[in-house]
Nanobody, 123 residues
């Protein structure tokens, strides 16, 4: 598994962005996937997770109803659609592949991490 996140940028509050995470080795199809983020001076926190087949998703309370996680197994790509963005969503966003097939909010359940992509939301 080799992950690379992209799609970050600067957006005004209320705007939208879609993050992508591609697995260049195409070996994560049986792994659950997740998005985490880390704001300046803060610890990394869970954002969203999806099971290996996309049948199960789970979100942090802070993004529920605004963000949507999805995956395209044929393209070995994970997505995070972010709507109604707020300044507090500003962070570096990381995608990760879990050890197993079931979705998880615990970072210790993830063994592959991609380089992050910066999302900045201006007020």
């Amino acid at each position: 598994v080799q992950l690379q996140a992209s799609g970050g940028g600067l957006v005004q509050a209320g705007g939208s962005l879609r993050l992508s995470c591609s697995d260049s080795r195409r070996t994560s199809s049986n792994n659950a996937m997740g998005w985490f983020r880390q704001a300046p001076g803060e610890e990394r926190e869970f954002v969203a997770t999806i099971s290996w087949n996309g049948g199960s998703t789970y979100y942090s309370d802070s993004v529920k109803g605004r963000f949507t996680i999805s995956r395209d197994k044929a393209k070995s790509t994970l997505y995070l659609q972010m709507n109604s963005l707020k300044p507090e969503d500003t962070a570096v966003y990381y995608c990760a592949a879990a050890r197993g097939s079931m979705s998880s909010s615990r970072s210790r359940d993830y063994m592959y991490w991609g380089r992050g992509t910066l999302v900045t939301v201006s007020s």
